[in-house]
C-alpha cells in the first residue's frame, strides 16, 4: 500500500467519525438549552470550546448565541473542526483513492457531502434536531454500507484504524468537557451527564446493566472501562489493536514498527483495565484522561511515521 492511500484511508476513518460525533454533541446540547432555565451563552460556550476553538471564535463571531454558534460548529468551511469540514477533508480523502474502494462508498459521501454544501444556516436554525438526525442518518448510511461490502483487507483494517483511534480520542476530549461542567455545576450537573450518555447513544445500554446512580464516577467509568459498550474507550483502544494485528500479514512496513504500533495499543488499554474506582473518582480523574489522550497522540504520531512519512500529517482535533 502506497503511503499516500494508506494515509488517506486512515482519515476517511477519522473524519467521518468525528463528523458523526459532532452532529450527535450539538444535537444533545439543544436538548440541554431547551431544558435549561439559564441563559443560552455559557452552553454555546461550552459546545464550541468541546468542538472549535473559543479564541477563534470569539475573534470572529463575538458573543455566544444560538445563530452564531451553530454556523461556527456547522456549516463554517473556514473552521478546521466543523462538521462541514470534517465531511469536505473526508470527501477529498477519498477523491483521492477512489479506486481503492467500492463506488458505492463515493457516491454515499459525495450525495451527502452536496447535501451538506448547499444547507444555511436559516434552515438548520428551522429544524436543527432534523438537520443533525440527516447528518447522523447519512454517515450511518456510509459506515454500514462500508460494513457491508468492503474487502477485509488491509485498506479495511487502516481504515478502520483511523475510525476508533478517532473515536476513542473523542470519548476523552468529551469527558474532559462534561469534567469542568460537573466542577462548575456541582450538584444540578444531572443534565449534563444525561446528555453525555445521549451524545453517544449509551443511556440505554447505561441503565440496563443496573446502575442507579448518574454520577461523574459512574458515567467516567462506563465510558472508559465498558468492554461490550462500542463507544467506550476501551472497546475502541481494543478494536484498534485487534486491527492492526491483523495488518500483520498483510503489510509491508516494518515489523518493529507495526509491533510498536500494537504494544503501545496494548499498553493503553490494559492500563485500562487495572483502574480501580478510586482511580477515576474526584481530581484524580482528570489525570486520567490527560494520559489516555497522550496515549492517543501517540499512537497518531506513530501511525504517521510508520504509514505516512515522509508526507505532512493533517490536523488532529
Known amino acids: 500500500m502506497?503511503?499516500?492511500?494508506?494515509?488517506?484511508l486512515f482519515w476517511i476513518g477519522?473524519?467521518?467519525?468525528?463528523?458523526?460525533?459532532?452532529?450527535?454533541?450539538?444535537?444533545?446540547?439543544?436538548?440541554?438549552?431547551?431544558?435549561?432555565?439559564?441563559?443560552?451563552?455559557?452552553?454555546?460556550?461550552?459546545?464550541?470550546?468541546?468542538?472549535?476553538?473559543?479564541?477563534d471564535y470569539i475573534e470572529r463571531y463575538g458573543e455566544f448565541e444560538e445563530r452564531k454558534a451553530l454556523q461556527f460548529l456547522a456549516l463554517d468551511t473556514a473552521q478546521p473542526n466543523s462538521l462541514i469540514t470534517c465531511v469536505v477533508q473526508a470527501r477529498e480523502n477519498l477523491k483521492k483513492i477512489r479506486e481503492q474502494l467500492p463506488s458505492e462508498l463515493w457516491n454515499l459521501l459525495n450525495s451527502f457531502y452536496l447535501w451538506l454544501r448547499q444547507m444555511t444556516i436559516e434552515e438548520v436554525l428551522a429544524e436543527p434536531h432534523r438537520f443533525f438526525d440527516r447528518v447522523k442518518e447519512g454517515l450511518a448510511s456510509f459506515q454500514g454500507t462500508l460494513v457491508s461490502i468492503a474487502m477485509r483487507d488491509e485498506s479495511w483494517s487502516m481504515l478502520e484504524s483511523g475510525r476508533y483511534l478517532e473515536?476513542?480520542?473523542?470519548?476523552?476530549?468529551?469527558?474532559?468537557?462534561?469534567?469542568?461542567?460537573?466542577?462548575?455545576?456541582?450538584?444540578?450537573?444531572?443534565s449534563y451527564l444525561l446528555a453525555v450518555l445521549k451524545s453517544v447513544g449509551g443511556y440505554e445500554a447505561y441503565r440496563r446493566l443496573g446502575i442507579e446512580e448518574l454520577s461523574m464516577e459512574e458515567v467516567a467509568s462506563?465510558?472508559?472501562?465498558?468492554?461490550?459498550?462500542?463507544?467506550?474507550?476501551?472497546?475502541?483502544?481494543?478494536?484498534?489493536?485487534?486491527?492492526?494485528?491483523?495488518?500483520?500479514?498483510?503489510?509491508?512496513?516494518?515489523?518493529?514498527s507495526l509491533e510498536?504500533?500494537?504494544?503501545?495499543?496494548?499498553?493503553?488499554?490494559?492500563?485500562?483495565?487495572w483502574l480501580e474506582r478510586q482511580d477515576i473518582a474526584g481530581?484524580?480523574?482528570?489525570?486520567?484522561?490527560?494520559?489516555?489522550?497522550?496515549?492517543?497522540?501517540?499512537?497518531?504520531?506513530?501511525?504517521?511515521?510508520?504509514?505516512?512519512?515522509?508526507?505532512?500529517?493533517?490536523?488532529?482535533?
Open 167 to 190: 473515536r476513542s480520542e473523542n470519548i476523552v476530549r468529551l469527558l474532559q468537557s462534561v469534567c469542568q461542567t460537573v466542577e462548575e455545576k456541582g450538584e444540578s450537573s444531572y
Open 222 to 256: 462506563f465510558l472508559l472501562l465498558q468492554e461490550t459498550f462500542p463507544r467506550s474507550v476501551h472497546f475502541a483502544l481494543a478494536a484498534f489493536e485487534s486491527n492492526m494485528k491483523s495488518m500483520r500479514s498483510k503489510s509491508d512496513r516494518s515489523a518493529s
Open 2 to 8: 502506497l503511503d499516500r492511500t494508506a494515509e488517506s
Open 260 to 273: 510498536k504500533i500494537i504494544r503501545q495499543a496494548s499498553k493503553a488499554r490494559s492500563e485500562l483495565s
Open 283 to 317: 481530581a484524580s480523574l482528570g489525570a486520567v484522561l490527560r494520559q489516555l489522550l497522550q496515549a492517543n497522540n501517540l499512537l497518531g504520531e506513530s501511525m504517521a511515521k510508520t504509514f505516512f512519512f515522509p508526507h505532512g500529517r493533517e490536523v488532529i482535533a
Open 14 to 55: 477519522r473524519y467521518t467519525e468525528r463528523a458523526e460525533n459532532h452532529a450527535r454533541l450539538i444535537d444533545v446540547y439543544y436538548h440541554i438549552r431547551e431544558e435549561s432555565n439559564g441563559p443560552d451563552e455559557g452552553v454555546w460556550r461550552r459546545i464550541a470550546g468541546a468542538i472549535g476553538d473559543c479564541n
